[in-house]
């Protein structure tokens, strides 16, 4: 995939090929299986990316992703918990991971969520020599438990709410590279994904298997211009799959121009949780007021681990909660 970087006077553009892979399982050499006790959908070729596998245990802070370079070549990488990270993303909600291996090595950011029985990963390389790579992946354990309309709710409508993080391809804050030797040359110098923050708002009607929703409050942090706001995107509606799964298109709310595409799957009793994510490109809009009205062909994989409005898991963040009805 490409690489952008972004100063307050150049942009930068490169090429690369992305693999594609069904996340959250296992290929043992006699075809991919499924992990016992988990559920996983088809997710979208874009939306995987170079991911091909993640591995995440929250309780021992461990994650490791398998995933293709850019040689086509399928690798596992064991990542670093990394908390000083987690505010990039908001209140925290979203747990990161590193690595670089030496400070003339490309760096990685993952944010992960597990939330009651789902679970969401983005990984995004920092980039180097302009090319870049990443990916989505997210999963359901136990069965679907669909929410049942009835008398006081007809369509079976509820609303699943919190905050959103993606990775884009943009050069962001350089405050977990390994220092670089002094006289070093730019271009063999790595860089660092830039977080993409915001809040996410889905709608679910059950009665007519039915899925919409928007991002919104996006913000990406930069190097070059520090944080700047960008459009809204909006979740198109789509069908809920009987599994629980669903798959969709992205539009930008300055234009509803089609940006991209979006999936995810519901879990949980009574559907209590909810974990998707997405990826968009060419979306950053031309009115940030800023360089990057000028950018282009610029992407971004993020993700949404979310509680639905009412249940147990409903996020203290979801603030737009209070003004739904939960049934």
Same mark, same amino acid.
């Given at each position: 995939m490409k690489r952008i970087t972004m100063t307050a006077a150049a942009?930068?553009?490169?090429?690369?090929?992305?693999?594609? !892979?069904?996340?959250?399982?296992?290929?043992?050499?006699?075809?991919?299986?499924?992990?016992?006790?988990?559920?996983?959908?088809?997710?979208? +070729?874009?939306?995987a990316g170079s991911v091909a596998n993640v591995d995440f245990d929250p309780a021992a802070n461990t994650l490791s992703i398998t995933g293709l370079l850019r040689d086509g070549n399928v690798?596992?990488?064991?990542?670093?918990?990394?908390?000083?990270?987690?505010?990039?993303a908001g209140s925290g909600v979203y747990q990161a991971y590193?690595?670089?291996?030496?400070?003339?090595?490309?760096?990685?950011?993952?944010?992960?969520?597990?939330?009651?029985?789902? +679970?969401?990963?983005?990984?995004?390389? !920092?980039?180097?020599?302009?090319f870049f790579s990443g990916g989505?992946?997210?999963?359901?354990?136990? !069965?679907?438990?669909?929410?049942?309309?009835?008398?006081a709710n007809d369509r079976g409508l509820v609303t699943y709410a919190g905050e959103y993080i993606g990775l884009s391809d943009l050069n962001g804050p350089d405050t977990d590279l390994l220092p670089v030797p002094g006289g070093?040359?730019?271009?063999?110098?790595?860089?660092?994904?830039?977080?993409?923050?915001?809040?996410?708002?889905?709608?679910?009607?059950?009665?007519?298997?039915?899925?919409? !929703?928007?991002v919104y409050n996006r913000v990406i942090d930069?190097?070059?211009?520090?944080?700047v706001a960008l459009p809204d995107?909006?979740?198109?509606?789509?069908?809920?799959?009987?599994?629980?799964?669903?798959?969709?298109?992205?539009?930008?709310a300055e234009d509803q121009a089609g940006v991209g595409e979006y999936g995810g799957i519901i879990g949980g009793t009574d559907s209590d949780a909810l974990a998707g994510g997405l990826f968009a490109e060419e979306h950053f809009g031309s009115n940030t007021g800023t360089a990057l009205d000028s950018v282009t062909d610029e992407e971004e994989y993020g993700i949404f681990v979310l509680g639905r409005c009412g249940s147990a898991l409903q996020d203290a963040t979801a603030t737009d909660c209070a003004s739904v009805d939960p049934e």
């Open positions: 942009v930068l553009l490169a090429l690369s090929a992305c693999g594609d !892979g069904n996340p959250f399982t296992t290929d043992t050499g006699g075809g991919t299986t499924t992990p016992p006790g988990s559920t996983t959908s088809d997710i979208p +070729e874009n939306i690798v596992t990488q064991t990542y670093n918990r990394n908390a000083a990270l987690d505010a990039a590193t690595f670089q291996d030496d400070p003339l090595d490309e760096h990685t950011t993952v944010y992960v969520r597990r939330l009651g029985d789902v +679970e969401g990963a983005v990984a995004v390389t !920092g980039g180097q020599f302009q989505v992946a997210y999963k359901r354990d136990g !069965g679907f438990d669909p929410i049942v309309p009835d008398a070093t040359s730019p271009s063999i110098t790595p860089s660092q994904a830039a977080p993409v923050t915001g809040d996410v708002f889905i709608n679910v009607e059950f009665g007519s298997n039915n899925v919409a !929703g928007t930069t190097d070059a211009l520090g944080q995107l909006i979740l198109v509606p789509t069908d809920l799959s009987t599994d629980g799964s669903f798959a969709g298109t992205v539009q930008q």
